[in-house]
């Protein structure tokens, strides 16, 4: 079975930093673009970034470019998503998703991780 799960989240202070990670099995990881999603209490989910399956190619949400940097390890099938200045508004459980389609197409991401906490206090 296809997974992915999420690692790295947890609790900091404003202006500091996390690196999550997304270990995927199952499939070729190469083969599949990874985004970055969020959701907050009481809030949609939002894209927050992702990348090709070769890395070429990243997409950011306004929101955290130049704060947030994703990068994959296709041998280490893993992604990993570092973010720095993290600010309250940052706080929200982040998802991986993978894709073998284009980024863009936000509707592909069928596989899903089981997410993790990211809270940034004050």
């Known amino acids: 079975q296809l997974q992915l799960v999420e690692s790295g989240g947890g609790l900091v202070q404003n202006g500091g930093s996390l690196r999550l990670s997304c270990a995927a099995s199952?499939?070729?990881?190469?083969?599949?673009?990874i985004g970055w999603f969020r959701q907050a209490p009481g809030k949609e989910r939002e894209g927050v970034a992702c990348?090709?399956?070769?890395?070429?190619?990243?997409n950011y949400a306004d929101s955290v470019k130049g704060r947030f940097t994703i990068s994959r390890d296709n041998v280490k099938r893993t992604v990993y998503l570092q973010m720095n200045s993290l600010n309250p508004e940052d706080t929200a459980v982040y998802y991986c998703?993978?894709?073998?389609?284009?980024?863009?197409?936000?509707?592909?991401?069928?596989?899903w991780g089981q997410g993790t906490q990211v809270t940034v206090s004050s």
């Open positions: 990348i090709s399956s070769s890395g070429g190619i990243t």
């Open positions: 199952g499939f070729t990881v190469a083969s599949y673009a």
């Open positions: 998703a993978a894709t073998r389609y284009v980024c863009t197409v936000v509707d592909e991401f069928r596989f």
